[in-house]
């Protein structure tokens, strides 16, 4: 009798966007339906947890690459596993934990997970939702950069967002400021105000598609750390971005519609 073949699993990376249920992308939710499991960080575990058909499986934030471990070896089982981010898998999200798990494999493990067809699924991050309900604060040259200095040194963030603010970028903020680590967004801000003129636009967008979403547009000098957390995304005009009624917006061409 021959060996059967080993049934092939799936590794959907997955994100959930920024809150919404429309934003959610109809891949996503098709990847949802027929899915056997889910694994992913509490709150966006909880957010599937009426889907009676999935197997859910949450854990704390810090334990990323062993989600992802667990992820793939489930998925080598034969069964249809998705991973479950926020906004986008690819942006500052689980999509590299899962390569990077993958990068680090033994020779038994990369053996074990052969079976196991993954499969990256764009959404809409935050970032972008934000700069939509703003208008188009990112409609030139723009950065993203995570305030975050749990997986690289402050210094590299602050080399960053200077430098950025030296090219004239508009930037986007990714966690700004947590309990664990309340002065990111401060030390981000001594460098714009070191960098920039005072009428710099900052904009705040907090739980943006959520019910209690708040947006808030101020020049850098009214602006202090205290005006965002962790459900903020900050974006930073470049030396162009102008106010147009309530819509933020920078312009596609540079310098020749440059503010009086």
């Not at 509490?42 to 810090?62: I, K």
């Not at 975050?148 to 602050?158: C, G, Q, T, Y």
């Not at 930073?236 to 309530?246: D, E, I, K, W």
Request: hydrophobic content about 40%.
């Amino acid at each position: 009798m021959q060996n059967q073949k080993p049934q092939r699993g799936s590794l959907g990376v997955v994100g959930l966007g920024p809150g919404a249920d429309g934003l959610l992308t109809d891949q996503v939710r098709a990847s949802l339906a027929g899915a056997t499991d889910a694994f992913g960080y509490f709150p966006y575990v909880e957010r599937l947890s009426g889907m009676a058909h999935l197997q859910l499986h949450a854990s704390d934030n810090r334990e990323e690459l062993e989600r992802a471990r667990n992820a793939l070896n489930l998925a080598s089982q034969g069964r249809r596993v998705l991973m479950l981010s926020s906004g986008d898998p690819g942006v500052f999200a689980m999509a590299s934990a899962v390569f990077e798990v993958l990068d680090s494999a033994t020779p038994q493990e990369l053996e074990c997970w052969s079976t196991v067809d993954i499969d990256v699924q764009p959404g809409i991050t935050a970032m972008l939702a934000a700069a939509a309900r703003l208008g188009a604060p990112l409609g030139h040259d723009f950065c993203a950069i995570n305030l975050s200095d749990n997986l690289k040194p402050a210094s590299v963030i602050e080399r960053r967002i200077r430098l950025a603010a030296q090219a004239d970028f508009a930037m986007a903020f990714y966690n700004p400021c947590s309990k664990l680590r309340p002065e990111g967004f401060e030390r981000a801000l001594k460098v714009l105000r070191s960098e920039c003129e005072p009428q710099r636009l900052i904009c705040f967008a907090r739980n943006v598609s959520r019910e209690d979403e708040t947006l808030l547009v101020l020049p850098l000098e009214s602006v202090s750390a205290d005006m965002a957390d962790m459900r903020t995304v900050v974006i930073v005009g470049n030396s162009q971005t102008r106010q147009v009624g309530r819509h933020v917006y920078t312009p596609r061409s540079y310098g020749r519609l440059a503010k009086p």
